[in-house]
């Protein structure tokens, strides 16, 4: 009796985890959508759907886990083979970046490398093949057994509940008729710290976009454009930083963005510029004139190479 109580709260600690690794990536869950585009699986639509099925899947393993329901029957062979899929993504992953940043498997709220997450994961492995061999669960009375579809149903509709997909991607942002304002780019020249010389972004059509080098939002805003740039390099993007220059290193650990080109910007020209504190905000530039701004949620590769080409 000892050894089923004991295998029982193991169990439901296993299903903990997975229950808590669901909810960190839908806050936020951008970066966990942008994950399935940057490694080429999926297109920007189809990803925010296939992140909340993965989540639904977290979501129901962890339930059974917890309540020790269909463990040999569904959890442990869906949990095994979830387990099994992150890990090839998360070798996946180092071979293509290195072994740096947060992998994103606790979203935002733990961070953990690409080699700490395989470690957790083999781990969790382990811990799924001892209890398949030795903890069968309890069983439901066979009228009881239409009681199980509760917990499919939660699982599979709760991502989209807490966090809806939006795709109202639309092209009004880029004809905001009070958008258009002059860009004081001479305040980079005077006042920003630089690395490499600063383009010529009076001419031509630009997409320069604030941001903070501490602040989480526009650390995903800055990942979205890393993929987007990934994707179509010849968009012309550029980066108005602002913080201190010993937070680069971190936030390039994070976004990967080193190439983008970028300088340093502190305050209050960078508010001066910017014209906001409501960060990050990316503004479409043409021959220094700001023609539209927009949020890094609603921004749309298609639709910037739309602009780009009128």
Not at 27 to 41: A, S
């Amino acid at each position: 009796m000892f050894k089923k109580i004991l295998f029982g709260l193991l169990c439901t600690l296993m299903g903990a985890v997975f229950i808590f690794s669901g909810y960190s990536k839908l806050y936020p869950i951008e970066p966990f959508e942008y994950t399935f585009v940057d490694i080429g699986l999926f297109n920007w639509r189809i990803a925010p759907f296939v992140a909340r099925i993965l989540i639904s899947c977290e979501f129901l393993i962890g339930i059974l886990l917890v309540l020790n329901l269909q463990l040999r029957k569904v959890a442990y062979k869906f949990g095994i083979a979830l387990l099994l899929v992150f890990c090839v993504y998360l070798i996946l992953l180092m071979t293509l970046s290195g072994n740096k940043g947060n992998c994103g498997c606790f979203g935002e709220y733990i961070h953990m490398t690409p080699l700490q997450a395989l470690i957790k994961n083999m781990i969790m492995l382990i811990v799924f093949f001892v209890l398949y061999k030795f903890h069968q669960g309890w069983e439901l009375n066979n009228k009881l057994n239409f009681l199980i579809a509760a917990p499919y149903a939660v699982a599979i509709f709760m991502p989209f509940i807490l966090n809806p997909v939006e795709l109202d991607y639309s092209e009004s942002y880029l004809n905001k008729p009070d958008s258009n304002f002059k860009l004081e780019l001479d305040t980079l020249t005077k006042y920003a710290k630089s690395n490499t010389p600063i383009p010529e972004l009076t001419h031509g059509k630009h997409l320069i976009a604030f941001l903070s080098l501490t602040c989480p939002h526009c650390r995903i805003a800055a990942n979205k454009i890393r993929i987007i740039h990934k994707r179509n390099p010849s968009i012309p993007f550029y980066f108005v930083l602002n913080g201190d220059e010993v937070d680069k290193k971190d936030f390039y650990e994070n976004t990967h963005t080193e190439d983008i080109p970028n300088c340093i910007l502190l305050q209050p020209h960078f508010v001066f510029l910017s014209r906001t504190t409501n960060l990050p905000i990316i503004y479409l530039v043409n021959n220094g004139i700001v023609e539209s701004d927009v949020n890094y949620m609603d921004l749309d590769q298609v639709e910037i190479e739309k602009w780009l080409n009128k």
